[in-house]
């Protein structure tokens, strides 16, 4: 689910209202900058920098590659996390606010906004991705790609339909997840090495409901669907996730601000 954000200072908004990882990048960063920190010092461990901030390995290492997108820090293939360049405008890791698009999964919105959001998993499989497919996520065609088909409810209301495709060599842990009760973002977050979904190609349209659609959505034939394409690209440009989702017309509002600046 797409919705607004853009940049704005630190303290205007609740900590939980950013991703863990967000919030843990933000706090080593500040961190490296009262210690001041200088280019080539080496991090502590990341099991000791996962016990100083009270958070898993796995939301340690995310926050990693999210201060190494920045040009932060840096990995070694032995040797751990070294400091890259702290020399730049302090500037938050995110903040949310409704302006400007942000990609964000349907499990982050719904805690973002106070709902409590819940999936059935309609079919979930691993088939030779189709040439369509290929070009768009830029992988040979027969290759390995998730396919998930999930019923997505807020509050024990049904309110979308959605098809997720994914190479399975992004994640292969995708393969073996419950995507009744996890987070697609956050298994993709939580992946060797992180997938963090930085920006989406994303287009609407109206349409009627097929007949499927109207016993899934629990919708009459009159009902609109709005028809939502998303294709995510990661922290390095690389198409990810290509998603189709059909709203119920009535439980769907798509916002966006509109700009003449280049």
């Excluded at 209301?157 to 995708?174: F, Y």
């Excluded at 349409?207 to 659609?213: F, G, V």
């Excluded at 996730?241 to 509002?253: A, C, F, I, K, N």
Aim: aromatic share 6%; net charge neutral; proline share 8%.
């Amino acid at each position: 689910m797409t919705v607004a954000r853009t940049p704005l200072p630190r303290g205007l908004f609740a900590d939980d209202a950013l991703p863990l990882y967000e919030r843990t990048a933000a706090q080593l960063l500040d961190d490296l900058r009262a210690t001041a920190a200088r280019a080539g010092d080496r991090l502590p461990s990341e099991r000791a920098l996962a016990t100083r901030y009270g958070v898993s390995r796995v939301t340690l290492r995310a926050a990693l590659a999210e201060l190494e997108a920045r040009g932060i820090v840096r990995p070694t293939s032995s040797r751990g996390w070294f400091v890259a360049e702290l020399d730049q405008p302090a500037e938050p890791v995110a903040a949310p606010v409704a302006t400007a698009p942000q990609v964000q999964g349907f499990a982050d919105y719904a805690k973002l906004n106070g709902l409590t959001a819940s999936s059935r998993v309609l079919s979930a499989t691993v088939r030779p991705a189709t040439v369509p497919e290929s070009e768009h996520l830029r992988i040979a065609p027969g290759a390995d790609l998730f396919d998930l088909h999930r019923l997505r409810f807020l509050d024990d209301l049904v309110v979308v339909l959605e098809h997720n495709r994914l190479p399975l060599t992004v994640c292969p842990a995708l393969a073996v997840t419950d995507f009744n009760t996890a987070s697609l973002y956050a298994t993709l977050r939580a992946a060797d090495p992180p997938q963090l979904p930085r920006v989406a190609d994303y287009s609407v349209e109206a349409r009627h409901p097929t007949p499927q659609e109207i016993e899934l959505l629990q919708t009459g034939d009159t009902m609109p669907m709005l028809v939502a394409t998303q294709l995510t690209f990661n922290q390095q440009d690389r198409p990810i996730e290509l998603t189709v989702q059909v709203y119920r017309g009535d439980r769907y509002r798509f916002r966006a601000s509109i700009t003449n600046r280049i």
